[in-house]
């Protein structure tokens, strides 16, 4: 008999109402999610579950979690949560969903279980960490790539260096990846966590958490599957979801 699917928590973003009838999904606030995050989780042997924003359930929630993945979105972290009093004119917020991933986090990493951040995703869990973020990179990176690539997301828009001897190392195989780009905020300081890849102009691209079963965020969407290694972060964090789950 085959062994039960990891069941693995997916957070989703959240949009508000149209301001005109059909414009928009729907008049009253709605989740949303890209269809290939499910997909992939899928794919890659696990049970994927969407996450609604109830930051005073994550406790309960999490414990019947084996894995959390959080995913990227269209807005920032709020920069008051690291320290910073004075916000970018670029940066947009969305409290509660920035409330609920929080609180899924401090209860995934309570219980042990892999946990997985995406893009933004990456950028709360350096936060949680202790770490700090680039608010804006064109204006720390003046000769940084386009990390807001022009070209589609399931393209690559350039490689990262992958830090030799990390968790993220022995799971893609690989030192360098050609990886895709949505982001205009950074890491500047991952926290506790270590940085395990970089873009070739200096801008964090990965970081981990030493010593946990699986604790890692990437700047990239692996979620679209245009290179061998992010399958095989996806087949990791299954993997590391059945150790914790049995």
């Given at each position: 008999?085959?062994?039960?699917?990891?069941?693995?928590?997916?957070?989703?973003?959240?949009?508000?109402?149209?301001?005109?009838?059909?414009?928009?999904?729907?008049r009253f606030p709605w989740y949303a999610i890209r269809q290939n995050y499910m997909?992939?989780?899928?794919?890659?042997?696990?049970?994927?579950?969407?996450?609604?924003?109830?930051?005073?359930?994550?406790?309960?929630?999490?414990?019947?979690?084996?894995?959390l993945v959080v995913t990227g979105g269209a807005f920032d972290v709020p920069p008051?949560?690291?320290?910073?009093?004075?916000?970018?004119?670029?940066?947009?917020?969305?409290?509660?969903?920035?409330?609920?991933?929080?609180?899924?986090?401090?209860?995934?990493?309570?219980?042990?279980?892999?946990?997985?951040?995406?893009?933004?995703?990456?950028?709360?869990?350096?936060?949680?960490?202790?770490?700090?973020?680039?608010?804006?990179?064109?204006?720390?990176?003046?000769?940084?790539?386009?990390?807001?690539?022009?070209?589609?997301?399931?393209?690559?828009?350039?490689?990262?260096?992958?830090?030799?001897?990390?968790?993220?190392?022995?799971?893609?195989?690989?030192?360098?990846?050609?990886?895709?780009?949505?982001?205009?905020?950074?890491?500047?300081?991952?926290?506790?966590?270590?940085?395990?890849?970089?873009?070739?102009?200096?801008?964090?691209?990965?970081?981990?958490?030493?010593?946990?079963?699986?604790?890692?965020?990437?700047?990239?969407?692996?979620?679209?599957?245009?290179?061998?290694?992010?399958?095989?972060?996806?087949?990791?964090?299954?993997?590391?979801?059945?150790?914790?789950?049995?």
């Amino acid at each position: 008999m085959n062994a039960p699917r990891p069941l693995i928590g997916v957070t989703l973003d959240s949009e508000p109402p149209a301001q005109q009838p059909g414009g928009g999904y729907s008049r009253f606030p709605w989740y949303a999610i890209r269809q290939n995050y499910m997909d992939m989780i899928a794919a890659s042997g696990g049970l994927p579950v969407a996450l609604g924003h109830e930051p005073e359930l994550a406790g309960q929630v999490v414990a019947r979690l084996d894995g959390l993945v959080v995913t990227g979105g269209a807005f920032d972290v709020p920069p008051d949560l690291y320290g910073e009093g004075e916000w970018h004119a670029t940066v947009q917020t969305k409290p509660r969903r920035t409330a609920a991933e929080t609180a899924l986090i401090h209860a995934a990493m309570a219980r042990g279980i892999p946990v997985l951040g995406i893009c933004g995703g990456m950028q709360l869990l350096a936060v949680v960490l202790g770490g700090r973020l680039v608010q804006h990179i064109p204006d720390t990176y003046p000769a940084a790539l386009a990390h807001e690539q022009p070209n589609p997301r399931n393209e690559a828009g350039h490689e990262v260096n992958i830090v030799a001897g990390t968790h993220l190392a022995r799971l893609v195989g690989q030192g360098r990846q050609a990886v895709n780009s949505a982001h205009h905020q950074a890491v500047s300081h991952p926290g506790r966590a270590v940085v395990c890849a970089t873009a070739p102009d200096g801008v964090v691209e990965a970081i981990e958490l030493p010593g946990y079963p699986l604790c890692i965020g990437v700047q990239w969407h692996p979620e679209f599957g245009i290179s061998a290694g992010d399958r095989l972060l996806f087949k990791g964090l299954i993997d590391a979801a059945r150790q914790t789950g049995t």
